[in-house]
Each structure stands twice: as structure tokens, then as C-alpha cells.
């Protein structure tokens, strides 16, 4: 069983910066993909990066050039680095691994 954890959301400017974590914990394996999704009230969850094994990165059209996955040296951590927020990234963000989801953090970014 996966436990996942994520922090560092809360309440920015537009054209500031936010920078998501989550930790993995449990039963892992170092070559699982490892994903970020964020869900709006009344809205589908969307995909909004994903990191693989190898290191290979997808990021929705939405937020490519502003967003930044990475990985921890440890592979069990997951970082979403946010730049120049625009008021439409405001979000819950989830952290996902396999059929795993965190608790959800929110971002906020008024404008």
C-alpha cells in the first residue's frame, strides 16, 4: 500500500511562484511514474505532468514553459515547481503514483 503527501500549496499572486511536493511512502518501486493532476469544484481532474523512470516529462499545453517535474534523489519524492501563476492554475493539486492519490493541496492565485 502507497501513501503519498503532499505540502507547499497555499495562496499566491499572479506571476509568482509555488513550488508542490509529495512523498511517496509504502510499498514503491523506484520505476513508477509519478504525476501532479489538478481538479477545479465541478470539473474533471486534469493531468498536469508527469515524471517517468527514466526522466522523461509530459506536461499539459496549458502549463509547458511555466512548470518544472522533478524527482527526488530518493525517487520517492515528486516536485512540481510552478513560475509566472496565472489565476486559471488555481486548483486543488493531487499528487498521483500507480492508483494512488494524495490528500489534494490548494493552490490559490488571485490576480
Known amino acids: 500500500q502507497v501513501q503519498l503527501a503532499e505540502s507547499g500549496g497555499g495562496l499566491v499572486q499572479a506571476g509568482g511562484s509555488l513550488r508542490l511536493s509529495c512523498a511517496a511512502s509504502g510499498s514503491i518501486s523506484s520505476l513508477s511514474a509519478m504525476g501532479w493532476y489538478r481538479q477545479a469544484p465541478g470539473k474533471q481532474r486534469e493531468l498536469v505532468a508527469v515524471i517517468r523512470s527514466g526522466g522523461s516529462t509530459n506536461y499539459a499545453d496549458s502549463v509547458k514553459g511555466r512548470f518544472i517535474i522533478s524527482r527526488g534523489n530518493a525517487k520517492n519524492t515528486v516536485y512540481l515547481q510552478m513560475n509566472s501563476l496565472k489565476h486559471e492554475d488555481t486548483d486543488v493539486y493531487y499528487c498521483?503514483?500507480?492508483?494512488?492519490w494524495g490528500q489534494g493541496t490548494q493552490v490559490t492565485v488571485s490576480s
Open positions: 498521483r503514483l500507480k492508483d494512488s
